[in-house]
């Protein structure tokens, strides 16, 4: 199968859709003659031409709410917000104008976009530029929330989310654009709402979700080669809706589970994966569940200092091991 | 120099002038059944039969109708909190508004956005947003859809002089103008942001029409309180819109005649200001304007009193209305009509 990197999944995950359908538009800064300052966007623009895909000012409010009302009166806007840290001055729209308008108007306001951003560390860009904000998104009802880890994933959720008619908040992970993955011909449709069990085992569970899929599952390997810790890594994908039976399941079956997530301790999206576990599973769990977190602090910038802070291979499997043996 | 201002108030040559009898007539019931519906909506509220909060139009009626009345069917209007005077100028129910203030399930969405978000798509009305400024984007996304599909409506947003401070107002302002889109900002200065001066807090006197040049756009201003000003200033703002000539940013002077809300008993107004512009109330202005033009008392009575039978019948019909049932808490959170954020 050929293989493509993740950046090069988002470009075609968009032409996709784009040449699918005329009502899919997009917009963002620097996207269209630029390519986007991941170059994730490279082409677009002249494939589908000035009218579809557009450069637009430095207005991350004007660029939301333009695509809320074209998306409520009949196209499908794709559009991006370059750092997901933005969110923060476009917030109004993403906490309440989207989730709540359906409701609100008794179902007849109709809000079908999808909001691309670059989100996450790895950059060394410091506290503003390398947030991971899933959970800023996932706490807020009338939103759904993915987070693709692989180019195969980064193409059939986009896809998704594109056809989908509720509000998609896409986070695509900065420090993955470069990685590649194996993609094959043709055109990929996903399913949100569904985790993606990565590696199989039976002794414990992993859950991760976009750059911690790639650490959780060498973590596995090395749990399996170094300690015999045979782990099931589950690529959680989508925070809204939540597969939590793909998630029950595992855990029934392996009994433990630990949580890696790039996002400072607090409201993480594990903390509420465990509650719902302890709820519904306690009695499948042969250990306490373990949460392996960023610490809560803001992130610094210094690459040394960086990677201290976001769980690595070698902590998951630290604190896997530990766990398990003590 | 003539101003639009000036423009729009050239007299017409009779009650069949550039405007018209019919539409003339349409005004007058429309601006009338804002008022009646308002005050009701008031005296609900003493009564503890209208709940939450709710901000009136009373004193600036003509310029929701005078918009509405120059727009075509599949215009879109978007609205702020202050929205039941636009809602009900595109001709939803009296009965639908009132029972979404009392919280009834008869109610324009059954209870489940009250007094600040009145929605009624098939009437053109995109919603009413609450978060200052929220709004002006959006309708310029309304509009960038009608420019992409070759649609010729013209989307209309409706906002107050306190919003023009917010930055939204400006981004939307910018984005409007580099992309030509068909979108009329209508201010409605009513000289106050919520309980503050206009004045006190905006760096310029006209708190739209004096941002109107950053924007490469024409600095109007006009009579927001005669119906008839309104509508030749709506006009020539949507054919600009329609024939691609792109937004147009309008200042419109008017007064609120209560509150900013019901909790408000508006005691910051300088002596004699409210009296001086009652004296300038748009129905009484309206009133006076059919008379001139030869409109018989009786034509008016007539029109009077089936308004206020609407408005009556509307409120015994709410005041029936059952309440909201549970069943509905979880309905139209996502597109499949359920809240499900799991399997
Ligand atoms: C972002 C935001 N800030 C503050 C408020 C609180 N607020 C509600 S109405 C209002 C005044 C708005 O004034 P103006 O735009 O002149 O509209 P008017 O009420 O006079 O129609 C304020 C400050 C809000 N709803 N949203
Ligand atoms: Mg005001």
């Known amino acids: 199968m050929p293989e493509i990197t993740y950046r090069d999944a988002v470009i075609r995950g968009i032409a996709q859709e784009m040449a699918r359908d005329n009502d899919v538009v997009f917009l963002g800064e620097d996207v269209a003659k630029a390519g986007g300052v991941f170059k994730a966007t490279v082409g677009l623009y002249e494939q589908f031409g000035p009218l579809r895909v557009r450069d637009t000012p430095i207005s991350e409010q004007a660029i939301l709410g333009a695509a809320m009302g074209a998306a409520m009166t009949g196209l499908k806007p794709i559009a991006e917000i370059m750092f997901s840290d933005f969110f923060a001055v476009c917030f109004d729209y993403i906490a309440n104008e989207f989730p709540k308008s359906r409701y609100m108007s008794n179902g007849q306001t109709k809000c079908p976009l999808v909001v691309r951003t670059g989100n996450g560390a790895g950059s060394r860009f410091g506290a503003q530029h390398s947030q991971s904000v899933e959970n800023w998104c996932m706490m807020i009802p009338g939103l759904k929330v993915v987070a693709p880890s692989s180019p195969v994933d980064v193409i059939g959720l986009l896809a998704a989310a594109v056809r989908d008619p509720d509000p998609v908040i896409f986070l695509e992970h900065k420090s993955l654009y470069a990685t590649k993955g194996e993609v094959p011909d043709g055109e990929i449709v996903d399913r949100l709402g569904t985790a993606k069990i990565v590696r199989p085992g039976r002794d414990a569970t992993i859950l991760a979700l976009a750059l911690m899929v790639p650490r959780a599952v060498e973590a596995a390997e090395r749990l399996k080669a170094e300690h015999g810790i045979d782990c099931e890594v589950i690529d959680v994908r989508s925070l809204v809706p939540l597969d939590t039976q793909t998630i029950l399941a595992s855990v029934a079956k392996t009994h433990r589970l630990f949580t890696v997530e790039e996002n400072p301790r607090l409201c993480g999206w594990g903390a509420e994966i465990v509650s719902i576990v302890a709820d519904e599973a306690f009695y499948d769990l042969d250990g306490p569940p373990v949460r392996i977190t960023t610490p809560h602090i803001p992130l610094p910038a210094a690459d040394i200092l960086e990677d201290m802070v976001l769980p690595t291979a070698e902590r998951i499997v630290e604190t896997v091991r530990r766990s398990l043996q003590s | ?343």
């Open chain 2, 1 to 343: 120099m003539a101003t639009a201002q000036d423009r729009a108030q050239a007299p017409g040559s009779g009650l069949n002038d550039d405007i018209g009898e019919a539409k003339r007539l349409a005004m007058y019931r429309s601006q009338l059944r804002i008022r009646e519906a308002e005050q009701r909506a008031y005296d609900l509220f003493l009564q503890n039969l209208v709940k939450g909060t709710s901000h009136l139009s009373l004193g600036q009626e003509a310029v929701a109708s005078g918009f509405a009345e120059a727009m075509q069917k599949g215009d879109l209007s978007f609205c702020t909190y202050r929205g039941h005077a636009h809602t009900l100028a595109r001709c939803v129910s009296v009965e639908k508004v009132l029972g979404e203030l009392m919280q009834r399930d008869n109610g324009l969405m059954r209870g489940k956005g009250g007094s600040m978000h009145l929605t009624s798509e098939e009437h053109g009305v995109m919603g009413s947003y609450a978060i200052i400024g929220a709004h002006l984007p959006i309708a310029c996304g309304a509009a960038w859809r009608a420019q992409y599909k070759g649609d010729k409506d013209v989307s209309v947003c409706f906002f107050g002089d306190g919003t023009t401070n917010i930055g939204a107002f400006h981004e939307a302002l910018n984005f409007a103008a580099i992309w030509k889109l068909p979108v009329v900002f209508v201010c409605e200065n009513n000289l106050y942001m919520e309980y503050t001066p206009i004045g006190d807090v905006t760096a310029v006197p006209h708190p739209a029409a004096d941002r109107a040049g950053s924007y490469g756009l024409e600095r109007i201003i006009i009579d927001g309180n005669d119906a008839d000003v309104v509508y030749r200033t709506a006009q020539r703002a949507f054919s600009r819109a329609r024939a691609g000539e792109g937004p147009s940013l309008i200042e419109a002077l008017t007064y609120r005649h209560s509150g900013h809300s019901r909790a408000d008993p508006a005691k910051y107004r300088p002596e004699g200001e409210l009296e001086k512009w009652k004296q300038r109330d748009p129905i009484k202005i309206y009133r006076e304007r059919l008379q001139q033009f030869g409109v018989s008392d009786k034509v008016i009575a007539e029109i009077d009193a089936s308004v206020r039978q609407e408005v009556d019948d509307a409120t015994e019909t709410c005041k029936a209305a059952p309440m909201p049932p549970a069943d509905i808490l979880t309905t139209d959170v996502y597109a499949d009509g359920g809240w499900a954020w799991r399997n």
